[in-house]
């Protein structure tokens, strides 16, 4: 259960109180006369969710996370799957950062000073450590 609870109680029970159609409701609807269908509605009078934004809309995506991540976002409240997505693109982008300055590290011991491959390789792997996943070994190394 998700916690919330729909509302299936009408706000009106009174016809004379029902809320005014908009434009586009009419443009959707169906119209009949004497019981004959002169044209049939087109979609919903109603939309679900936001609709995608251009070319980088996000994508709908079934994610196992665990119960302590869980937890901690949906208790923050509504709008808690938008903070994950927030946090998560932190992360990218702070992964890029780091591979770009590994490489420009890199590229710069090597011209610069003449280091070797492996020399190189070592402070990429020492670098990273703190950036993998915790797995019991001491800094992140399987």
Same mark, same amino acid.
């Given at each position: 259960?998700?916690?919330? #609870?729909?509302?299936?109680? !009408?706000?009106?029970?009174?016809?004379?109180?029902?809320?005014?159609?908009?434009?586009?409701?009419?443009?959707?609807?169906?119209?009949?006369?004497?019981?004959?269908? /002169?044209?049939?509605?087109?979609?919903?009078?109603?939309? !679900?969710?936001?609709?995608?934004?251009?070319?980088?809309?996000?994508?709908?995506?079934?994610?196992?996370?665990?119960? =302590?991540?869980?937890?901690?976002?949906?208790?923050?409240?509504?709008?808690?799957?938008?903070?994950?997505?927030? &946090?998560?693109? /932190?992360? &990218?982008?702070?992964?890029?950062?780091?591979?770009?300055?590994?490489?420009?590290?890199?590229?710069?011991?090597? =011209?610069?000073?003449? &280091?070797?491959? !492996?020399?190189?390789?070592?402070?990429?792997?020492? #670098?990273?450590?703190?950036?993998?996943?915790?797995?019991?070994?001491?800094?992140? #190394?399987?």
């Amino acid at each position: 259960m998700n916690g919330k #609870e729909r509302d299936t109680t !009408r706000g009106w029970s009174d016809p004379d109180e029902a809320p005014e159609w908009t434009d586009e409701m009419f443009d959707r609807a169906q119209i009949s006369f004497g019981g004959h269908v /002169i044209r049939e509605a087109t979609g919903t009078l109603t939309r !679900r969710g936001r609709p995608p934004l251009g070319a980088r809309a996000k994508v709908q995506q079934s994610l196992r996370l665990s119960p =302590e991540v869980l937890e901690h976002f949906r208790a923050t409240g509504q709008g808690w799957q938008a903070r994950i997505d927030d &946090v998560l693109r /932190i992360h &990218v982008r702070m992964v890029e950062e780091m591979k770009r300055h590994v490489a420009e590290a890199r590229a710069g011991a090597v =011209e610069a000073h003449g &280091v070797g491959a !492996r020399a190189v390789e070592a402070r990429v792997a020492e #670098e990273r450590a703190p950036y993998r996943e915790d797995d019991g070994t001491e800094g992140g #190394e399987a």
